[in-house]
């Protein structure tokens, strides 16, 4: 989580920046818009980024509601995923100069507002043929995608993945690189445009999940035997009918979920079957460092190329946590603009 902003003394008032704060836990309203927050000052390995655009991830809805098992210090100023340039680097930081393009995936201030600072091990180049908008939308989602694929699933090309909720952010970065590794690609969303944008990022089949009997018939799509993975999104609702999908040996790979749900152990012993957690706050340097090869690779060869979804201003912050637990569906990764 973010430790407290490093605020800078002396300043003028054009070292101010806008930026958000929760001061208290709570509902939306909490997250407030401050004009004249001190720019923090960037230590030894760290580096000072003006943000153009950071995305919004349901995990900063759970911090900010205070029902996260980790509570940040208060003030506190939510965001991970951060594009824009840098503007200033530490005394002991060589890997990137002022005016350099660059996205994180983890910020220590927060990436609501105007300059953020991270730590060097967090920021990576964005390529040019990025913008700044689809940068904010890499972090998280294909972090936490590629690491429950191959760190957690231990996929294989040729076997079946099923993306249960591929129209968001993780979803389709799952997609995007499911496809790039040679996986047969299922993914499930709630609205035509969202199955529509799927098919476009990867899925060789889609399904409607709001629509009754779907999961007949991805069990008849998959044939006899069944799925080899599940990446799956919203477990309290999904995780029983999951069970039901997979194959010999199946893993279902928990990436969202919102609640308790009742299963029946017994479905996991006939197949052999896993149920396995995915917490990018687990990962190692090592897993870190793999990633990133992997996914500037993709950025480099062109499969993975972010969706960006809705986007807000810093003044609609609010209204954009309230949208993206309570909206009707997920369209690519959710940001501000900055």
Not at 63 to 90: C, F
Not at 203 to 227: L, M, P, S
């Amino acid at each position: 989580m973010h430790t407290e902003m490093v605020m800078a003394s002396g300043r003028s008032a054009a070292s101010l920046m806008r930026a958000v704060r929760v001061s208290e836990f709570g509902d939306p309203a909490v997250l407030k818009l401050h004009l004249d927050i001190p720019v923090p000052n960037p230590s030894e390995n760290q580096v000072l980024i003006r943000v153009r655009a950071c995305g919004v991830n349901p995990v900063e809805t759970y911090v900010r509601s205070g029902s996260y098992a980790r509570k940040p210090s208060l003030p506190w100023t939510p965001g991970n995923d951060v594009a824009g340039i840098v503007e200033q680097v530490g005394q002991y930081v060589n890997k990137f100069k002022k005016g350099d393009r660059v996205f994180t995936c983890g910020t220590i201030t927060g990436g609501y507002a105007e300059y953020t600072v991270a730590s060097d091990d967090d920021v990576y180049p964005l390529p040019d043929n990025l913008s700044c908008k689809e940068g904010s939308a890499i972090g998280i989602p294909y972090f936490t995608a590629y690491r429950a694929l191959m760190h957690k699933a231990h996929v294989k090309a040729g076997e079946t993945v099923l993306v249960h909720g591929a129209s968001g952010g993780v979803g389709m970065a799952a997609c995007q690189i499911a496809r790039a590794y040679g996986l047969k690609v299922l993914g499930t969303a709630g609205t035509q445009e969202g199955l529509s944008l799927v098919q476009k990022n990867g899925a060789h089949k889609t399904f409607n999940h709001r629509e009754t009997g779907y999961i007949d018939k991805i069990k008849d799509y998959a044939g006899g035997q069944g799925v080899n993975v599940i990446i799956e999104m919203l477990s309290n609702v999904n995780l029983s009918n999951d069970l039901q999908l997979l194959s010999n040996g199946g893993r279902v790979i928990i990436v969202g979920c919102r609640g308790s749900v009742e299963i029946n152990p017994r479905d996991t012993m006939v197949k052999e079957s896993s149920i396995i957690g995915v917490g990018l706050q687990t990962a190692t340097k090592e897993d870190r460092l793999e990633s990133v090869a992997a996914l500037l690779t993709g950025m480099e060869v062109g499969w993975l190329k972010p969706v960006v979804g809705p986007e807000y201003p810093l003044e609609k912050v609010a209204q954009a946590h309230e949208d993206i637990i309570k909206g009707s569906g997920a369209l690519g990764k959710m940001i501000l603009l900055i």
